[in-house]
């Protein structure tokens, strides 16, 4: 039996069975989604295809999230703004770093070069 999965950002939703070689008429026609087809035999690889969408859409999130906060960061002109946001950016990049979401150089260089950002505004 095939299953699909519909990853949306809160996780896994509308997982169905569905004919083996094709998937329904109604989920064919939602552009929104993204829509994987897999073919688990077991319960626990099923199970792991749950937990693998969940931790994505959450990894996704948190990921945004913190590139969010970069460009706001970057886009502040007044220093005592910036300076009281650079901490909170730089301990969100951390937490990336250390949880696998982003690699720990490219932590390293986005810390750095806002560091240099908010010392060269007067």
């Not at 996704?60 to 950016?89: M, S």
């Not at 937490?95 to 070069?113: F, G, R, T, V």
């Amino acid at each position: 039996m095939a299953y699909e999965v519909a990853i949306t950002p809160k996780g896994v939703r509308n997982e169905s069975r569905t004919r083996r070689c094709g998937i329904d008429k109604e989920n064919r026609k939602s552009k929104n989604k993204k829509l994987k087809t897999t073919m688990a035999n077991h319960k626990s690889s099923k199970k792991r295809i749950r937990q693998t969408a969940t931790k994505r859409a959450h990894n996704r999130l948190y990921h945004k999230t913190a590139r969010n906060a970069v460009k706001a960061l970057r886009n502040t002109t007044e220093k005592g703004a910036a300076e009281a946001l650079l901490p909170k950016v730089s301990s969100m990049l951390d937490k990336l770093a250390k949880q696998n979401i982003i690699h720990k150089n490219k932590a390293a260089n986005l810390k750095s070069s806002l560091a240099l950002h908010v010392n060269a505004l007067a």
